[in-house]
DNA sequence: GTCGTTGCTGGTAGCGCTGTCAACGATCCT
DNA sequence: AGGATCGTTGACAGCGCTACCAGCAACGAC
C-alpha cells in the first residue's frame, strides 16, 4: 500500500507524461484534442500511453472538466421489441464513440420520467435521448434548460425541445385505413392496447380516416391500458366482434396484437382475409412469415435509434444538424391479410400494392 | 462567472453541511452510512440537503472513494427477446438501489466481451453480470483478479468465476425431448440457429436424448449460424423435411423458430400435432396463444436478471448469498402441439403433462 | 531588426468528495 | 473516582484530471 509517487501500480496520466517525456497537460491534451499537439510529442505520447497499457479515469475526468461523457436515454419499456429494435440502434452509434449510454425506463409514467430527467441532468450528460413529445410541464421545463443536446425520438410533432426524430403515427395509422378503404374493406374495427400517447395518435389517426369516409362507429374501437401481448390481441378482437359481427377488417395498433387476432381468426375458423382483413404496426419480423402473411406499416426503428444518437454525438461534438426535425416516415406493407385477392402469393414486402408508400412529411400533421 | 468560494450557484455539499451546522465530512457520512451519526445530526443534515435540492456529485465521490456505483452488464444481444426479459429484471432490482446498470453488447462475440470487459474494469465497476460460462482465457483470468462480485447468467456449469445463476440447458433440452418421447414420438428433429454455447449445450441435451433411445441421426439435426427469426424457423424446418420426410416432431432450439416452424406445416398443411409435433424454448408469450397453443421449456429469464442483480448487489454491500450458484430450473409447458391427444383443450400451462417438471439441479450435468 | 502573431507547451490551482486518523465527550467498568 | 471504552465528530490531505493562463520559440510583416 506504499502510495506517495507510484500509487499502487495505477497507470496514471502522469506516468503517461512521464514515458513520454512531455508535462502531464500535454498528455491529457493528447486525448482531448490530439491535433494541438505537434506530430513528434502525439506520436511519443501515444506509444508510452499504449507501452503503459493507459486507461483514463473517467470520474477525474468528469469531476476536473465538469461534464460526463454519458449519453441519457429515457425509453418507457425494455419489454416492448420496438423500443429494443431503437435501443440497438442507439448503442450502435454510440459504439466507437467516447460516449456511454445510461439507459432508463419509465414505465410508461412522465411522473417517472420527470424523476429519472432530474436524476439524470443533475449528473450532467452530454446528451440525452427522451421518447415522445408528451412530457410533463416540469420536465420540458428541464429539457428546455438543460445545457446539452436533446433529442425527441418516436414521433414527430410541434415544438421540438431541440432536435427530433420520428414519424407521424396519425399519419401511419390514416395510411392503414386508407389501404383497407383500397381493398373494399369498410367496417374496420380497431384494436389498441396499453395506449400510450403514440398509440393514442394511432386511434386518432383511424378514427380521422374513417370519420372521413362517414364509417366511423364507436363500437369498432376497442383499446385498454393493459400491456400488449398476442393473447390480448386474440380477447380484444373477440370482444369487437361480439360488437360487431360485420366486421371486415382490424387495424391493430401494434403486431402482437394481430398476432393475436390471426390466430383468433384461425381459432374461430374465420377466414383471413376473405372474411376479415388484419393490418399490423411496426413490422416485425414474423408478420412476414404468418400463414398468411400479415400486412402492417413498417416503421425504420433501428435506423431511428442510429440516427438519434450520431444526431447528438454530433451536436454534442458542436456539429448541430442542418434540420433539427428528422422525419423517418413509414410504409405500408402490403401482405395477404389485407389482400381483396385472396390466393394471391406474390411477394409480399415489394408487392406493389397501391398502398406503398414512403412519405416525408412536415413535422405536424395538420 | 464568480468563481471563488460560492460557485456558480451548485449546491455542494459544503453548503448543506453548512447550512446544518456540521462539517462537511459529517454531511458526507450522511449519504453514506446515516447510522453513524446522532439522530440530531441526521435530521439537520437531512432537512438541510432536502431544503437545498443537494445532489451528490458522483464523479467527485468516485475519484475520492476509488470505486463507482456502476454496475456493468454484458450481454451478447439486445434484440433477442430473452435478454429483454432478463435486462427487465436486473433494470428493476437495480432500481431504488444506489448502483446504476451499464449495458454493453458483445454480439455474441467472446473477443468482443474481453475488449468490453476490459473496458470495464478499468473503471473500477461496483459488481459485474456477464453472460454464460464459455469466457476467454484473458477474459476469465481478469473476471478472477476483479475486485468486485461477478455473477455470470443463463445457465450454470462447474467452476462460477464468482457467483452464478441460471439453469441447464442440456438438461431442458433432454426434458423436451423425454417428453416428445412420452408422446410416442420417434423421429424428432433439431432445429437450431446461431448457435451460441447455450443453443449448442441444447443440441447437445437432444442428441444424447436421441442417443440413449437408440434414435440419434445426423440427418435429423439442422442447425444454421444466422441469427434467429421466424422466417428462418420455417426455412430450417423445410430443409429438415427435406432430409427426412418422415420427421413427426420438431424441437426447436427457440420459440421463434418454432412459430416459423408452425407457419412452415401450415403452409404445407402438415397437421400439428396429428402429423408433427413442435416444441419451443424460453415459452414466449405468443406460445399459449397461438393455434395451436405451442409447448415449449419455460426459462424463469425475468426472475435470472432479477435474481442476478439483487444477488449482487448485496454481494457488493458484504452480504455474500449463501449459495453462489443458484439454479432456477425450468419447465416443459405441454401444450397442443405435442399433445398425443390432438383435440385436447385443457388449459395449457397447468395441463398436468406427464413431462411437466420443475427441477433444481445441481451445478453441472454430468 | 523589431514587433506582433501564431503554435505549442507547461505551471498552477482546483473540481467535490471521502479515507484516515486524531480528538472529543459520554458511558461503562472495577 | 479513575481509567478504559465506545460513539461521534472534525482536520487534513489527496483522488486523477483539466481549465486557465503564462511563457516561449518560430515565423512573417513592416
Redesign the pocket.
Known sequence: MG?KRT?SG?I???EVAELA?????????F??NP????V???TRVESAAKELG?V??LA??A????RTEVIGVLIPSLTNNVFSDVLRGIYDASEGSRYSIQLSNTRYSILQEEKLLRLFLAQKPAGLIVTGIDQTAESRAMLEAADCPIVQIMEIGPNPVDMMIGFSHYDAARAAVAHLFAQGRRKIGFVGARMDPRVQRRLDGYVSAMKDAGLFEQRLVVTTATPTSVTLGGALFTDLLAREPDLDAVFCANDDLALGVLFECRRREIGVPEQIAIVGFNDLEFMASAVPTLTSVRTNRYEMGKTAAAMLIEAIEGRRPELPVLDLGFKVIERQSSSSRPSDNRPAVSGGGTANKMVALPSSHD
Open positions: 502510495r500509487k495505477k496514471r496520466l502522469a517525456g512531455v508535462s502531464p497537460i500535454t498528455a491529457s491534451r486525448f482531448r491535433e494541438a499537439l505537434s513528434a510529442k502525439r493507459y483514463p479515469n477525474a475526468r469531476l476536473a472538466s465538469q
